[in-house]
């Protein structure tokens, strides 16, 4: 089964909790929250998200998978908490 990690800028238990919130309040469940590793991992499932995705009419995996990310990042962005992409890695390390 695949998963979704996310790099996530939390400073204290209430941001990492405020995360967790916004992720079960949208029905995602199997989510691992380190606030020491500043990661939000999320196993996917094939009930993730299953009626936006059949409404969407998405078919191929990697269809899917991205929908799913996007899904998910809008969730955990909407707590206010930065998400740093794999791109703003990349550059923090080059530099």
């Known amino acids: 089964m695949s998963k979704f990690e996310f ?3 939390m400073s204290c238990g209430g ?3 405020a995360v967790g919130k916004a992720l079960e309040k949208a029905e995602v469940s199997n989510v691992d929250i380190s606030l020491e590793k ?3 991992v999320i196993e996917d499932s ?3 998200f299953s009626d936006e995705v059949k409404e ?5 995996d ?3 998978y991205d ?3 996007n899904k998910l990042l809008e969730t955990i962005k909407k707590t206010g908490k930065k998400v740093v992409l794999p791109e703003e890695d990349k550059a923090a390390e080059a530099a």
């Open 7 to 9: 790099n996530v800028v």
């Open 15 to 17: 941001c990492s909790k």
């Open 38 to 40: 500043q990661t939000v």
């Open 46 to 48: 094939p009930a993730l």
């Open 56 to 60: 969407a009419g998405l078919t191929t």
């Open 62 to 64: 990697k269809d899917i």
């Open 67 to 69: 929908f799913k990310y």
